[in-house]
């Protein structure tokens, strides 16, 4: 584990941020953001933020670095973005940090674009033996495959979006078989053999433990903002000042002090367009 501390441009102190990158014994599969303390301001006592981000990913071997995948880094770059979230909070109860499930994931996701974008890439994806850039050639074959894979993704991710409806619309307590229940639940999806939902049933802890009962769609819903947000940085410049700072005061310094869709008009101007996911998914 490794420990920073985050400040501002003028030294002022904003919090702690752990990160815990590596797998060990005992430890959870997976990457998550997780907090130590959240951040209040009651009756003007204002108590910084401790946050660590968890992964597991290839740890060094020797001489050698960890070596991450395109997975790895785009993961690394949305769970920072939750931690950006925590450390940037600024309101008068910790608890107004838990923000609503269809918006939570803004933060992260929108952290995700800058990943590849080649104004980023040069500050660090370098061979790690010779330090070249990786050349312009392989980001478009990423690019390109990256297009094909997000459309398969919402595909099986909306179908287990369904499922989740699905389960959640039951209204009597009748028991059921679990199989043929999901079963007539991708019938009435039309899908094709080749996709099916993200998670089955028996494996589908978001809906079944993690708290997005009746909300795992919100993840698609937070893309139509991440996509339509992002777009406010490609018109204004990836590193946009002004951007940046009407972002963090809008979006991520509020938490849930006030409704979210109030939040988004006031950093974008106006209500979300999901033209720019459509692109994104290569539907047009």
């Known amino acids: ?120 890439l040069k500050f660090y994806a370098k061979h790690y033996k010779t330090g070249d850039e990786i050349p312009l050639e392989f980001l478009k074959k990423i690019r390109d495959s990256e297009s094909l894979t997000l459309n398969f993704w919402a595909k099986e991710y909306l179908a287990a979006s369904l499922l989740d409806m699905d389960w959640h619309s039951i209204s009597d307590t009748l028991e059921r078989n679990v199989t043929l229940f999901e079963n007539e639940s991708i019938k009435k999806m039309k899908l094709i053999p080749e996709i099916m939902p993200r998670y089955l049933s028996t494996n589908f802890l978001h809906v079944a433990y993690w708290g997005y009962e009746s909300g795992y769609y919100s993840y698609m819903w937070a893309q139509v903002l991440d996509a339509d947000a992002f777009e406010a940085f490609k018109e204004n410049g990836l590193f946009d000042k002004a951007t940046a700072e009407s972002f963090r005061k809008n979006i991520l310094e509020k938490g849930s002090s006030e409704d979210p869709m109030t939040l988004y008009v006031r950093f974008r101007g106006r209500e979300p367009d999901v033209k720019p996911l459509i692109k994104r998914l290569g539907l047009e």
């Open 1 to 120: 584990m490794k420990v920073y501390e985050v400040k501002e441009a003028d030294g002022k102190h904003i919090g702690i941020f752990y990160t815990d990158y590596f797998p060990r014994e005992s430890k959870g599969s997976g990457a998550w953001c997780d907090g130590f303390r959240n951040q209040s301001n009651i009756k003007n006592n204002f108590v910084y933020p401790i946050v660590t981000n968890i992964g597991n990913f290839t740890k060094p071997v020797g001489d050698q670095p960890a070596l991450l995948s395109f997975n790895d880094v785009t993961t690394l770059f949305h769970e920072f973005g939750h931690a950006l979230h925590s450390l940037l909070q600024n309101v008068n109860y910790p608890y107004s940090a838990n923000v609503t499930r269809d918006f939570v994931e803004l933060p992260s996701q929108i952290m995700e674009n800058w990943a590849f974008e080649p104004e980023v």
